[in-house]
Protein backbone atom coordinates (compact mmCIF):
# COMPACT_ATOMS: atom_id res chain seq x y z
CA UNK A 1 0.00 0.00 0.00
CA UNK A 2 0.98 3.93 -0.84
CA UNK A 3 1.77 6.30 2.19
CA UNK A 4 -0.01 9.62 0.93
CA UNK A 5 0.48 13.03 2.79
CA UNK A 6 -0.82 16.34 2.10
CA UNK A 7 0.94 19.61 2.61
CA UNK A 8 -0.56 23.03 4.18
CA UNK A 9 0.94 26.11 3.86
CA UNK A 10 -0.13 28.72 5.58
CA UNK A 11 0.84 32.52 5.31
CA UNK A 12 -0.39 35.82 3.65
CA UNK A 13 2.98 36.44 1.97
CA UNK A 14 3.04 33.71 0.00
CA UNK A 15 -0.60 34.01 -1.62
CA UNK A 16 -0.08 37.57 -2.26
CA UNK A 17 2.70 36.35 -4.31
CA UNK A 18 5.08 38.22 -2.38
CA UNK A 19 7.40 35.04 -1.15
CA UNK A 20 7.82 32.13 -2.89
CA UNK A 21 6.47 28.97 -1.20
CA UNK A 22 9.87 26.65 -1.11
CA UNK A 23 9.29 24.98 1.61
CA UNK A 24 6.14 22.76 0.35
CA UNK A 25 8.74 22.38 -3.05
CA UNK A 26 10.92 20.71 -0.60
CA UNK A 27 9.09 18.99 0.92
CA UNK A 28 7.55 17.24 -1.81
CA UNK A 29 10.60 16.32 -3.11
CA UNK A 30 11.74 14.89 0.31
CA UNK A 31 8.73 12.92 0.84
CA UNK A 32 8.64 11.64 -2.60
CA UNK A 33 12.01 10.59 -1.76
CA UNK A 34 10.50 8.13 0.89
CA UNK A 35 8.30 6.87 -1.39
CA UNK A 36 5.34 8.86 0.08
CA UNK A 37 2.83 10.34 -2.62
CA UNK A 38 1.98 13.96 -1.73
CA UNK A 39 -1.98 13.78 -3.62
CA UNK A 40 -2.56 17.20 -2.78
CA UNK A 41 -0.91 20.84 -1.47
CA UNK A 42 -3.02 23.67 -0.34
CA UNK A 43 -2.04 27.63 0.79
CA UNK A 44 -4.32 29.39 2.46
CA UNK A 45 -4.07 32.26 4.74
CA UNK A 46 -3.48 32.86 8.43
CA UNK A 47 -7.31 32.68 9.52
CA UNK A 48 -8.63 30.81 12.16
CA UNK A 49 -11.45 29.48 9.49
CA UNK A 50 -9.47 28.72 6.41
CA UNK A 51 -7.04 26.36 9.03
CA UNK A 52 -10.04 24.69 10.02
CA UNK A 53 -11.44 24.36 6.63
CA UNK A 54 -8.56 22.71 5.21
CA UNK A 55 -7.88 20.33 8.36
CA UNK A 56 -11.53 19.09 7.62
CA UNK A 57 -10.75 18.67 3.75
CA UNK A 58 -8.18 15.88 4.45
CA UNK A 59 -8.59 13.06 2.22
CA UNK A 60 -9.41 10.27 4.39
CA UNK A 61 -6.42 8.41 2.68
CA UNK A 62 -4.21 10.71 3.95
CA UNK A 63 -1.41 9.49 6.32
CA UNK A 64 0.71 12.50 6.76
CA UNK A 65 -0.09 15.49 6.89
CA UNK A 66 2.68 18.40 7.26
CA UNK A 67 1.82 22.45 7.60
CA UNK A 68 4.43 25.31 7.83
CA UNK A 69 3.76 28.48 8.87
CA UNK A 70 1.92 30.93 11.54
CA UNK A 71 4.18 30.18 14.45
CA UNK A 72 5.59 32.94 14.93
CA UNK A 73 5.33 35.46 17.93
CA UNK A 74 2.59 38.00 16.16
CA UNK A 75 -0.77 38.31 16.94
CA UNK A 76 -1.97 36.88 13.29
CA UNK A 77 0.15 33.70 13.66
CA UNK A 78 -2.87 31.60 15.36
CA UNK A 79 -1.56 28.05 13.47
CA UNK A 80 -0.96 26.81 17.28
CA UNK A 81 -3.78 27.72 18.88
CA UNK A 82 -6.24 26.67 16.18
CA UNK A 83 -4.63 23.12 15.17
CA UNK A 84 -4.47 22.12 18.93
CA UNK A 85 -7.87 23.18 20.22
CA UNK A 86 -9.13 21.70 16.60
CA UNK A 87 -7.57 17.80 18.11
CA UNK A 88 -9.07 18.62 21.47
CA UNK A 89 -6.26 20.18 23.37
CA UNK A 90 -5.25 23.71 25.24
CA UNK A 91 -1.87 25.24 25.26
CA UNK A 92 0.37 25.41 28.55
CA UNK A 93 3.18 27.66 29.24
CA UNK A 94 6.59 25.68 29.21
CA UNK A 95 9.04 27.73 31.76
CA UNK A 96 12.36 25.29 30.44
CA UNK A 97 11.15 25.99 26.74
CA UNK A 98 10.86 29.66 27.85
CA UNK A 99 14.56 29.92 29.04
CA UNK A 100 15.69 28.15 25.98
CA UNK A 101 13.98 30.78 23.80
CA UNK A 102 15.67 33.47 26.11
CA UNK A 103 19.37 32.37 25.68
CA UNK A 104 18.58 32.03 22.20
CA UNK A 105 17.54 35.47 21.44
CA UNK A 106 20.27 36.82 23.98
CA UNK A 107 22.92 35.40 21.74
CA UNK A 108 21.11 37.94 18.65
CA UNK A 109 19.94 40.74 21.13
CA UNK A 110 19.75 41.68 24.48
CA UNK A 111 16.54 42.99 24.47
CA UNK A 112 13.96 40.30 24.35
CA UNK A 113 10.33 41.46 22.64
CA UNK A 114 7.61 40.50 24.87
CA UNK A 115 5.58 39.05 22.27
CA UNK A 116 8.01 36.25 21.69
CA UNK A 117 7.17 34.30 25.34
CA UNK A 118 3.89 33.45 23.28
CA UNK A 119 5.95 30.77 21.52
CA UNK A 120 6.69 29.13 24.79
CA UNK A 121 3.20 28.10 25.35
CA UNK A 122 2.61 24.34 23.73
CA UNK A 123 0.17 21.96 23.47
CA UNK A 124 -0.99 19.76 25.87
CA UNK A 125 -1.73 17.03 23.60
CA UNK A 126 1.21 17.24 21.05
CA UNK A 127 5.03 15.86 20.80
CA UNK A 128 7.82 19.32 20.60
CA UNK A 129 10.05 18.73 17.99
CA UNK A 130 12.94 20.57 18.87
CA UNK A 131 14.02 23.99 16.96
CA UNK A 132 17.82 24.23 17.24
CA UNK A 133 17.82 27.23 14.56
CA UNK A 134 15.27 29.04 15.64
CA UNK A 135 12.51 29.90 18.39
CA UNK A 136 9.36 28.27 17.44
CA UNK A 137 9.21 24.54 18.07
CA UNK A 138 7.86 21.91 15.66
CA UNK A 139 4.70 20.03 16.88
CA UNK A 140 3.22 16.86 16.19
CA UNK A 141 -0.62 15.80 16.47
CA UNK A 142 -1.58 12.53 16.06
CA UNK A 143 -5.61 12.11 15.05
CA UNK A 144 -6.29 8.04 14.84
CA UNK A 145 -4.30 7.10 11.93
CA UNK A 146 -2.88 10.13 10.76
CA UNK A 147 0.43 12.24 11.98
CA UNK A 148 0.16 15.90 11.84
CA UNK A 149 3.36 17.67 11.61
CA UNK A 150 3.48 21.57 12.31
CA UNK A 151 6.50 23.46 11.55
CA UNK A 152 7.79 27.26 11.56
CA UNK A 153 8.09 29.04 7.74
CA UNK A 154 11.44 29.96 7.74
CA UNK A 155 13.12 27.38 5.38
CA UNK A 156 15.94 27.19 7.66
CA UNK A 157 13.95 25.78 10.67
CA UNK A 158 11.82 24.11 8.89
CA UNK A 159 14.77 21.77 6.84
CA UNK A 160 16.48 21.48 10.53
CA UNK A 161 13.02 19.84 11.99
CA UNK A 162 12.53 17.42 9.57
CA UNK A 163 15.68 16.74 8.97
CA UNK A 164 16.60 16.23 12.88
CA UNK A 165 12.87 15.20 14.38
CA UNK A 166 10.66 13.98 11.14
CA UNK A 167 12.64 11.78 8.53
CA UNK A 168 13.67 8.94 10.62
CA UNK A 169 9.89 8.81 11.67
CA UNK A 170 8.16 8.94 7.97
CA UNK A 171 11.24 6.18 6.73
CA UNK A 172 9.88 3.82 9.46
CA UNK A 173 5.89 3.84 8.79
CA UNK A 174 6.01 4.30 4.79
CA UNK A 175 3.90 1.56 3.78
CA UNK A 176 5.63 0.38 0.11
CA UNK A 177 8.87 -0.01 0.72
CA UNK A 178 10.92 0.01 -2.78
CA UNK A 179 14.40 0.66 -4.50
CA UNK A 180 14.72 4.37 -5.64
CA UNK A 181 17.72 4.88 -8.17
CA UNK A 182 18.37 8.17 -9.16
CA UNK A 183 20.71 9.84 -11.79
CA UNK A 184 21.25 13.56 -11.98
CA UNK A 185 21.74 14.83 -15.72
CA UNK A 186 22.73 18.20 -17.30
CA UNK A 187 23.17 19.36 -20.64
CA UNK A 188 20.60 16.98 -22.36
CA UNK A 189 16.66 17.80 -22.47
CA UNK A 190 13.82 15.66 -20.84
CA UNK A 191 12.68 14.89 -24.67
CA UNK A 192 15.68 13.53 -25.78
CA UNK A 193 16.12 11.39 -22.25
CA UNK A 194 12.73 9.80 -22.86
CA UNK A 195 13.82 9.50 -26.62
CA UNK A 196 16.90 7.27 -25.71
CA UNK A 197 15.35 4.97 -23.09
CA UNK A 198 11.77 4.89 -22.24
CA UNK A 199 10.89 2.17 -25.27
CA UNK A 200 13.89 0.40 -24.12
CA UNK A 201 12.36 0.31 -20.12
CA UNK A 202 9.46 -1.69 -21.66
CA UNK A 203 11.88 -4.38 -20.39
CA UNK A 204 11.63 -4.03 -17.04
CA UNK A 205 9.07 -5.23 -14.99
CA UNK A 206 7.24 -3.69 -11.53
CA UNK A 207 9.56 -0.26 -12.53
CA UNK A 208 8.21 3.23 -12.43
CA UNK A 209 10.08 6.22 -13.91
CA UNK A 210 10.07 9.72 -12.99
CA UNK A 211 11.42 12.66 -14.91
CA UNK A 212 11.95 15.79 -12.93
CA UNK A 213 13.09 18.63 -14.50
CA UNK A 214 15.20 21.72 -12.95
CA UNK A 215 17.00 24.80 -14.18
CA UNK A 216 19.97 22.90 -13.97
CA UNK A 217 19.07 19.68 -15.51
CA UNK A 218 16.69 16.71 -15.22
CA UNK A 219 16.69 14.35 -12.31
CA UNK A 220 15.96 10.57 -13.36
CA UNK A 221 14.27 8.76 -10.79
CA UNK A 222 13.79 4.98 -11.28
CA UNK A 223 11.26 2.76 -8.36
CA UNK A 224 11.94 -0.66 -8.49
CA UNK A 225 9.11 -3.09 -6.23
CA UNK A 226 11.22 -5.36 -5.78
CA UNK A 227 15.21 -4.53 -4.11
CA UNK A 228 16.74 -6.76 -6.73
CA UNK A 229 20.77 -5.95 -6.72
CA UNK A 230 20.78 -8.25 -10.61
CA UNK A 231 17.94 -5.67 -11.61
CA UNK A 232 19.25 -2.62 -10.59
CA UNK A 233 23.12 -3.34 -11.96
CA UNK A 234 21.09 -4.06 -15.49
CA UNK A 235 19.47 -0.79 -15.01
CA UNK A 236 22.16 0.94 -14.48
CA UNK A 237 24.32 -0.43 -17.23
CA UNK A 238 21.08 0.31 -19.76
CA UNK A 239 20.85 4.12 -18.44
CA UNK A 240 24.75 4.50 -18.88
CA UNK A 241 24.62 3.00 -22.30
CA UNK A 242 22.36 5.80 -23.28
CA UNK A 243 22.57 8.97 -21.62
CA UNK A 244 25.67 7.99 -19.63
CA UNK A 245 27.72 10.55 -20.21
CA UNK A 246 25.16 13.47 -18.85
CA UNK A 247 24.85 11.49 -15.98
CA UNK A 248 27.00 13.30 -13.20
CA UNK A 249 25.66 11.60 -10.01
CA UNK A 250 23.44 8.95 -8.48
CA UNK A 251 22.31 10.65 -5.61
CA UNK A 252 21.07 13.97 -4.38
CA UNK A 253 24.36 16.17 -4.46
CA UNK A 254 24.41 19.06 -6.78
CA UNK A 255 27.35 19.78 -9.68
CA UNK A 256 29.90 21.48 -7.09
CA UNK A 257 29.61 18.72 -5.15
CA UNK A 258 30.76 16.47 -7.84
CA UNK A 259 33.28 19.28 -8.68
CA UNK A 260 34.56 19.26 -4.85
CA UNK A 261 35.30 15.92 -4.93
CA UNK A 262 37.19 15.64 -8.28
CA UNK A 263 39.84 18.87 -6.96
CA UNK A 264 40.06 17.16 -3.70
CA UNK A 265 41.03 14.06 -5.33
CA UNK A 266 43.38 15.28 -7.71
CA UNK A 267 44.81 17.91 -5.23
CA UNK A 268 44.13 20.93 -7.25
CA UNK A 269 43.42 24.48 -6.81
CA UNK A 270 40.39 25.81 -8.55
CA UNK A 271 40.52 30.10 -10.01
CA UNK A 272 37.17 31.27 -11.87
CA UNK A 273 36.63 34.54 -13.87
CA UNK A 274 33.24 35.32 -14.57
CA UNK A 275 31.81 37.80 -17.37
CA UNK A 276 27.97 37.27 -18.28
CA UNK A 277 27.13 35.04 -14.86
CA UNK A 278 28.51 37.96 -12.43
CA UNK A 279 29.55 35.35 -9.75
CA UNK A 280 27.19 33.21 -9.68
CA UNK A 281 29.69 30.33 -10.60
CA UNK A 282 31.56 31.22 -7.62
CA UNK A 283 28.89 31.54 -5.33
CA UNK A 284 27.34 27.97 -6.17
CA UNK A 285 31.05 27.09 -5.34
CA UNK A 286 31.00 28.47 -2.06
CA UNK A 287 27.74 27.33 -1.20
CA UNK A 288 29.59 24.09 -0.18
CA UNK A 289 31.17 23.47 3.43
CA UNK A 290 34.69 23.79 3.07
CA UNK A 291 34.88 25.17 -0.20
CA UNK A 292 38.47 27.08 1.28
CA UNK A 293 40.30 23.46 0.41
CA UNK A 294 39.65 23.80 -3.53
CA UNK A 295 38.65 27.03 -4.52
CA UNK A 296 41.29 30.13 -4.57
CA UNK A 297 39.02 33.22 -5.55
CA UNK A 298 36.80 34.21 -8.15
CA UNK A 299 37.04 37.38 -10.08
CA UNK A 300 34.32 39.29 -11.71
CA UNK A 301 35.45 40.82 -14.93
CA UNK A 302 32.46 42.82 -16.09
CA UNK A 303 34.07 45.24 -18.60
CA UNK A 304 36.41 44.93 -21.48
CA UNK A 305 38.70 46.83 -19.50
CA UNK A 306 38.49 45.03 -16.70
CA UNK A 307 39.02 41.74 -18.75
CA UNK A 308 42.03 43.56 -20.19
CA UNK A 309 43.40 44.86 -16.54
CA UNK A 310 42.77 41.57 -14.61
CA UNK A 311 43.63 39.05 -16.68
CA UNK A 312 45.88 40.52 -19.55
CA UNK A 313 43.77 39.99 -22.20
CA UNK A 314 45.04 42.06 -24.86
CA UNK A 315 43.10 44.77 -26.99
CA UNK A 316 44.08 43.37 -30.08
CA UNK A 317 41.86 40.22 -29.20
CA UNK A 318 39.32 42.37 -27.62
CA UNK A 319 39.07 44.60 -31.06
CA UNK A 320 39.38 41.76 -33.83
CA UNK A 321 36.93 39.17 -31.85
CA UNK A 322 35.20 40.82 -28.93
CA UNK A 323 34.26 40.05 -24.99
CA UNK A 324 32.31 37.00 -26.40
CA UNK A 325 34.87 35.30 -28.05
CA UNK A 326 36.89 31.68 -27.77
CA UNK A 327 39.98 33.99 -27.99
CA UNK A 328 38.81 36.41 -24.96
CA UNK A 329 37.54 33.51 -22.54
CA UNK A 330 41.04 31.57 -23.65
CA UNK A 331 43.13 34.66 -22.79
CA UNK A 332 40.90 35.11 -19.34
CA UNK A 333 41.57 31.70 -18.29
CA UNK A 334 45.24 31.59 -19.37
CA UNK A 335 45.75 35.60 -17.10
CA UNK A 336 43.63 33.65 -14.38
CA UNK A 337 45.86 30.88 -14.51
CA UNK A 338 49.22 32.69 -14.33
CA UNK A 339 47.91 35.58 -11.56
CA UNK A 340 46.34 33.35 -8.76
CA UNK A 341 49.04 30.68 -9.29
CA UNK A 342 46.30 28.13 -9.76
CA UNK A 343 45.84 24.33 -10.75
CA UNK A 344 42.20 25.04 -12.75
CA UNK A 345 41.07 27.86 -14.13
CA UNK A 346 37.15 28.44 -15.32
CA UNK A 347 36.50 31.51 -17.70
CA UNK A 348 33.11 32.27 -18.82
CA UNK A 349 31.80 35.48 -21.17
CA UNK A 350 28.24 36.09 -22.62
CA UNK A 351 25.66 38.01 -23.57
CA UNK A 352 22.97 37.29 -20.86
CA UNK A 353 20.51 39.67 -22.59
CA UNK A 354 17.83 41.34 -22.97
CA UNK A 355 19.73 43.46 -25.26
CA UNK A 356 23.50 43.30 -26.38
CA UNK A 357 22.86 40.81 -29.04
CA UNK A 358 23.92 40.86 -32.82
CA UNK A 359 23.48 39.11 -36.09
CA UNK A 360 26.58 36.88 -35.17
CA UNK A 361 26.40 36.87 -31.14
CA UNK A 362 22.83 36.88 -30.45
CA UNK A 363 21.46 36.84 -26.91
CA UNK A 364 22.35 34.01 -25.30
CA UNK A 365 25.43 33.16 -26.13
CA UNK A 366 28.19 32.14 -24.45
CA UNK A 367 31.62 31.16 -24.47
CA UNK A 368 33.67 29.20 -21.51
CA UNK A 369 37.14 28.10 -21.57
CA UNK A 370 38.71 25.33 -18.65
CA UNK A 371 42.62 24.98 -18.13
CA UNK A 372 43.70 22.14 -15.74
CA UNK A 373 47.74 20.74 -15.55
CA UNK A 374 46.24 17.78 -18.20
CA UNK A 375 44.01 19.98 -21.01
CA UNK A 376 42.28 22.92 -22.48
CA UNK A 377 38.70 23.17 -23.54
CA UNK A 378 36.54 25.54 -24.99
CA UNK A 379 32.83 25.46 -25.76
CA UNK A 380 30.56 28.13 -27.12
CA UNK A 381 26.62 27.67 -26.16
CA UNK A 382 23.52 29.41 -27.63
CA UNK A 383 20.54 29.62 -24.98
CA UNK A 384 17.55 30.96 -25.92
CA UNK A 385 16.40 32.46 -22.38
CA UNK A 386 15.68 35.05 -20.04
CA UNK A 387 18.71 37.17 -18.45
CA UNK A 388 18.18 35.30 -15.29
CA UNK A 389 17.84 32.17 -16.68
CA UNK A 390 20.43 32.31 -19.52
CA UNK A 391 22.43 33.32 -16.56
CA UNK A 392 21.15 30.03 -14.34
CA UNK A 393 22.08 27.84 -17.83
CA UNK A 394 25.46 29.52 -18.36
CA UNK A 395 26.55 28.56 -14.59
CA UNK A 396 25.66 25.30 -15.05
CA UNK A 397 26.71 24.63 -18.65
CA UNK A 398 30.45 26.05 -16.82
CA UNK A 399 30.46 23.95 -14.24
CA UNK A 400 29.39 20.52 -16.27
CA UNK A 401 32.15 21.66 -18.82
CA UNK A 402 34.61 21.79 -15.50
CA UNK A 403 33.24 18.57 -13.93
CA UNK A 404 34.23 16.90 -17.77
CA UNK A 405 37.50 18.15 -17.65
CA UNK A 406 38.21 17.27 -14.54
CA UNK A 407 37.32 13.18 -14.99
Known amino acids: MTTFAEIISIGD ?25 VIRRHTISDDKDEIIHALKSLAPKTDIIIITG ?9 TKKTITEYYGGKLLFSEALYQNILDKLKRRNPLIPISNKEQAFIPD ?5 PNNTGTAAGLLFKDKLQQIYVLPGVPSEMKQIFSESIREKLNNISKE ?29 NVKVGYYPSVFGVTLKIGLKEDNPHEREKIRTFIYNAIGEYVYTEDNRDLTEVIADLLLSKGWKLA ?22 YFLEGRITYSNESKMHHLGVSSQTMNKFGA ?6 VEMAEGLKRSSATDVALSISGIAGPGGGTPDKPVGTVWICVITPEKRETRKILFNKSR ?6 ASQAAL ?4 RCLR
Open 13 to 37: EILSGSTLDTNAHWLTYELNEMNIS
Open 70 to 78: GLGPTRDDI
Open 125 to 129: NAEIL
Open 177 to 205: KFRVMIFRTTGIMESEIVDRIDEGFERFK
Open 272 to 293: VAESCTGGLISHRITENPGSSQ
Open 324 to 329: VSEETV
Open 388 to 393: SLNKSF
Open 400 to 403: ELLR
